[in-house]
């Protein structure tokens, strides 16, 4: 009996290595990029339809801008692909913005004024993702690799409209980033 348990035990560490092995199956995509909404300006709905709940959705939220100002994560211009400084991180945390302001006395007249914010967790309402795709064909299972994430910022217009949504900068969580293109 206790020669069966030996090749036996065996046997299933081979079986289980190998199945773990096909899992994750080829690449399907080396990267797609796509943004998920963390909350919804409904807010009338259930929590699970705003794709968060409000104390997860902080802690996403929270733990993506410590990430960017720790230096333990490589962060990067969206635009550019550049690593960003401890410096330009902090700045590009603080929103500017261009207002028309009317003096309080005559004639009242308009002038500009440039207004600096710091970020305010609840703009950021959107995560886009940077992400590596494999494709088990015998399942039909989709495994996914996180390459990189983008917090993004709510951008209104001087009359309060919705205007888009700004992305601040990519957070790696790959050594090789940015990726070719091909």
Request: neutral net charge; hydrophobic residues 35%.
């Amino acid at each position: 009996m206790k020669r069966m348990i030996f090749p036996c035990l065996l046997l299933a560490v081979i079986i289980l290595s190998g199945a773990c092995g096909k899992k994750k199956g080829p690449v399907l995509t080396e990267r797609i990029q796509y943004d998920v909404t963390v909350t919804s300006p409904e807010k009338d709905l259930e929590w699970w339809i705003q794709n968060l709940d409000n104390n997860k959705r902080e802690i996403l939220v929270k733990s993506l801008i410590a990430a960017s100002k720790s230096g333990k994560n490589k962060v990067y211009d969206v635009l550019t692909n550049k690593e960003m400084t401890p410096e330009q991180i902090e700045e590009r945390c603080k929103q500017k913005e261009l207002m028309t302001l009317t003096r309080e006395y005559p004639p009242y007249e308009e002038f500009d004024s440039l207004v600096t914010n710091d970020l305010q967790l609840s703009d950021i309402s959107k995560v886009r993702f940077l992400e590596e795709w494999y494709l088990n064909e015998e399942t039909g299972l989709v495994t996914k690799k996180v390459i990189a994430m983008c917090p993004m910022l709510e951008s209104y217009t001087e009359s309060g409209e919705l205007r888009g949504h700004l992305p601040l900068f990519w957070i790696s969580y790959v050594k090789k980033f940015p990726l070719e293109g091909k």
